[in-house]
């Protein structure tokens, strides 16, 4: 009876295994190629799958899901003869399992070399000016080629990025130097800029100012000499409409006498013919009015003769 238990107990882990082996189970997103007896049979996708124990084996898994793939920088020399390490990432993805499998050995390996070598085919045309600024352009032209070789691996290349440009010590040095002149001429030309503008204003302030100072002057010039107009022509219609006579003329005449020979610079001055004329009318302007006051005194009235200086007397008649 034991050997008969100990078989049972054989066919059931073997039958145990064989079902294990049969049902497979692939996850989502996810591919499995199967081989029969070492040659290709058909791809398994995901779901439950059943396969032939002990003659189907499953090679390996392969994942669909789109795949991000760093490289460590490669030195790459331009058209100037100037070497720089560039970092590229690739984004790819599986879409033919089986040609992944078999129509390459390391597909990873692969597009790394691809990429290494496309790329310094496209920088050895730039030079490092163009380098630094082409991004786009490189990153086109690379993710062309790769795209290409990849088809008949089963194997699109969605994205390539470069993500870092690393040129020389000396020239990063040489370019940090070229961007601080630049830096500071583009300062400067602003300060220059502010200087200038601000003169400017200044200078139309200024203008402006004066303009308007003048205009205030000119009006009030306008405004003084209409006001003294006005005045002249006040005392004119006063004066004419008083009607005074040759008396008080010569009164006025002689209150002014004083004033004109005023101040030390006075050493010359012209009496007019007129003041005889004056001083006789005011004469017998005084006399008639002693007599009809009365009075026994003759008012004196002083000689223009002796408001002359001594000066003027003393003095040679001009030429």
């Known amino acids: 009876m034991?050997?008969?238990?100990i078989v049972l107990?054989?066919?059931?882990?073997?039958?145990?295994?064989?079902?294990?082996?049969?049902?497979?189970?692939?996850?989502?997103?996810?591919a499995a190629i199967v081989e029969r007896f070492g040659r290709y049979t058909r791809t398994l996708n995901a779901g439950l799958n059943i396969v032939v124990p002990f003659i189907d084996s499953v090679r390996n898994r392969i994942d669909l899901r789109e795949q991000v793939v760093p490289f460590p920088p490669q030195p790459v020399i331009t058209q100037d003869n100037l070497v720089v390490n560039i970092d590229?990432?690739?984004y790819y993805q599986v879409t033919d399992a089986r040609a992944a499998t078999y129509e390459v050995a390391s597909y990873i390996q692969a597009i790394e070399q691809l990429?290494?070598?496309t790329l310094r085919n496209i920088i050895g045309g730039m030079d490092l000016e163009r380098t630094l600024t082409s991004r786009e352009e490189i990153n086109a032209a690379l993710r062309g080629v790769l795209d290409e070789a990849t088809g008949k691996w089963g194997i699109r290349v969605n994205r390539v990025e470069l993500k870092a440009i690393e040129p020389p010590t000396s020239i990063q040095d040489s370019m940090e130097k070229q961007m601080r002149a630049d830096r500071d001429k583009r300062a400067a030309i602003l300060t220059a800029e502010g200087i200038r503008q601000s003169a400017i204003l200044t200078a139309e302030g200024e203008k402006q100012s004066a303009i308007l100072k003048a205009e205030g002057e000119a009006k009030a010039a306008a405004l003084r000499a209409e006001g003294e107009a006005q005045a002249v022509r006040?005392?004119?219609?006063?004066?004419?409409?008083?009607?005074?006579?040759?008396?008080?003329?010569?009164?006025?005449?002689?209150?002014m006498l004083p004033k004109i020979a005023e101040g030390d610079a006075n050493k010359l001055w012209i009496v007019p013919s007129e003041i005889g004329d004056a001083l006789k009318g005011l004469s017998g302007a005084m006399g008639n009015f002693t007599g009809m006051g009365g009075g026994s005194g003759t008012p004196t009235v002083p000689s223009p003769t002796k408001s002359l200086s001594p000066e003027r007397r003393e003095q040679p008649p001009l030429d």
């Open 9 to 30: 107990i054989i066919l059931v882990v073997l039958v145990f295994i064989a079902l294990i082996k049969t049902i497979q189970v692939i996850p989502q997103a996810s």
């Open 234 to 255: 006040t005392v004119f219609e006063a004066i004419h409409a008083g009607d005074p006579d040759q008396k008080l003329l010569s009164y006025q005449y002689l209150q």
């Open 88 to 90: 590229t990432v690739i």
């Open 115 to 117: 990429t290494v070598t």
């Open 2 to 5: 034991e050997p008969i238990i």
